[in-house]
């Protein structure tokens, strides 16, 4: 395995980033999850757990844990399948941010890994707008 990375820019400033990475109300509107289910220990040894709706209905309980906090600059985390997730945010030109996710993952998933992380980014800057 080695280190992938995938690099994009978000039209808000790195502190409204990071605000929408962790306070638990954003980060339902971006997973998406469930209202009211996340709760966020956004703490380096604390743990997140959400539940979101399945194609067909079910309900499925994600959880993971925090291995680094730095406010508002870079977070670790894991996500399920205890995959580690590290996010850098970069304040750059006219408030915006650069955002960039790291996984440890095969060459093989790289296109799938990207066309995941394009979709959350899709849905983190759908939930900046609204907070905007």
């Not at 978000?10 to 469930?34: I, K, M, Y």
């Not at 743990?47 to 600059?73: F, H, K, M, N």
């Amino acid at each position: 395995m080695g280190e992938f990375t995938v690099t994009r820019t978000l039209l808000a400033p790195r502190e409204a980033v990071w605000e929408v990475l962790t306070e638990p109300n954003h980060f339902e509107g971006w997973l998406p999850a469930e209202p009211g289910t996340a709760v966020l220990d956004v703490r380096a040894g604390g743990s997140w757990q959400a539940t979101v709706r399945s194609p067909d209905g079910g309900q499925i309980a994600l959880t993971g844990r925090y291995d680094e906090v730095s406010a508002p600059g870079r977070l670790v985390m894991t996500v399920p399948g205890d995959v580690v997730t590290a996010i850098t945010l970069a304040a750059a030109a006219d408030d915006t941010t650069l955002i960039t996710y790291g996984f440890d993952v095969e060459e093989s998933m790289h296109a799938a890994v990207e066309e995941s992380v394009d979709g959350v980014l899709g849905r983190i800057s759908t939930v900046l707008t609204g907070i905007a």
